[in-house]
């Protein structure tokens, strides 16, 4: 494909003026469209932007299980087999600790998860509390998910301080019967429709690989224009066993970095998220997500770890990029190699000892 094709994609882009349906299934599935030259356009609308800043997101499954839904994907779904610990919500004390560590390790938006269908006026009124506990200590940006919310709950967090909340739309509505039955993707879009005539920033994204068509992806990023979705994380389904989705479909670390290409170009100024699966799915290509997105999650997710804390940061630094936040990420990664003693970095050399050279028993 010629030069000028990825230039005036970024151009437009950048004047928001999104790719039509067309181009975009091309942008997930077209090989005459490289990757690299993508990546490079999806770079120049970032930095136009957002410049070369990450922001890290750090979550607190505040309550593990425990839900009536049954979002074929989740590992609390009421229908799921998968092997987790559950817990009621936990303390407020715990919450505000590991708020405390969330800052400390780098954290400049702290989203706080609860299962269930949605929460009561008296759980909102508890989670209102939290958060003003929370930016009173510490100069986070909050995010919760709680489930569907009518205005009224969404009123009380938002005079609480609340800076944004999640609520995904995770595919397009002709899919969404596919992936739960007990609430409807128009429930989802009332969630978010009743944020954002609220004034609260909505945080709103999918999961790719559930068995979708690019065309459904599509859709997606073109709804979250539509609501102006400030903020966008995109997850890469993570196969847990006894989910009631088994394994992921038709993802590769190319296919999902184009995703994360086309929801820069329809989406220009919103964060975009390497969300939950990033590091499975994208492998030894991860730190490619940085040119499209320009935020991910650290220290893994609701059910799943995902890559250290050291590795995350140390991959932002190596590839130039500088993190979102008050603390400095040249601080955060001396007091990483402090507390973890072996780091290969270039400045010194581990010795293999005769175990590692070895290994076979000789006789
Ligand atoms: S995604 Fe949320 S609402 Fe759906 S099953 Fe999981 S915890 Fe429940």
Do not use: W
């Not at 009536?68 to 609390?76: F, G, L, T």
């Amino acid at each position: 494909m010629d030069r000028s094709f990825y230039t005036q994609l970024a151009s437009n882009s950048i004047q928001e003026i999104s790719p039509d349906t067309d181009i975009s299934l091309r942008i997930l599935r077209d090989p005459s469209l490289e990757l690299l030259p993508l990546l490079d356009a999806a770079f120049e609308v970032r930095k136009k932007f957002t410049g070369k800043e990450v922001a890290i997101h750090i979550i607190n499954n505040a309550q593990n299980g425990f839900c009536p839904e049954d979002c074929h994907y989740c590992a609390q779904a009421k229908t799921s087999r998968a092997d987790i610990d559950e817990y009621p919500t936990k303390s407020d004390d715990e919450i505000l600790e590991e708020a405390r560590i969330a800052y400390e390790s780098g954290a400049f938006r702290y989203c706080l998860v609860y299962a269930g269908r949605g929460p009561s006026h008296k759980r909102a009124l508890h989670i209102a509390g939290l958060i003003r506990s929370i930016k009173e200590k510490y100069p986070l940006q909050v995010c919760v998910s709680a489930g569907l919310m009518d205005k009224y709950n969404i009123k009380v967090l938002k005079e609480a301080g609340l800076d944004r909340l999640n609520h995904n739309l995770n595919s397009s509505e002709s899919f969404y019967p596919k992936i739960c039955s007990t609430h409807t993707y128009q429930d989802r879009l009332n969630t978010l429709k009743a944020a954002r005539d609220a004034q609260l920033e909505i945080c709103s994204g999918m999961i790719a690989g559930m068995g979708e068509t690019p065309k459904d992806i599509v859709e997606v990023a073109q709804t979250l224009l539509e609501l102006k979705a400030p903020s966008i994380p995109i997850n890469f389904l993570i196969p847990i066993e006894g989910n009631v989705l088994g394994a992921p479909q038709g993802l590769t670390p190319e296919y999902c970095l184009r995703i994360l290409c086309l929801f820069r170009f329809i989406n220009p100024k919103s964060e975009i998220r390497a969300a939950a699966g990033r590091e499975g799915h994208l492998r030894s290509m991860e730190v490619m997500a940085l040119y499209p997105a320009n935020s991910i999650f650290m220290e893994g997710y609701l059910n799943t770890l995902g890559l250290d804390r050291s590795r995350v940061l140390r991959m932002i630094q190596d590839a130039g990029f500088t993190i979102k936040g008050a603390l400095s990420l040249d601080d955060l990664i001396d007091k990483e190699n402090q507390n973890s003693g072996f780091h290969i970095d270039g400045t010194q050399s581990f010795m293999k000892s005769l175990n590692d050279l070895r290994p076979v028993k000789q006789p």
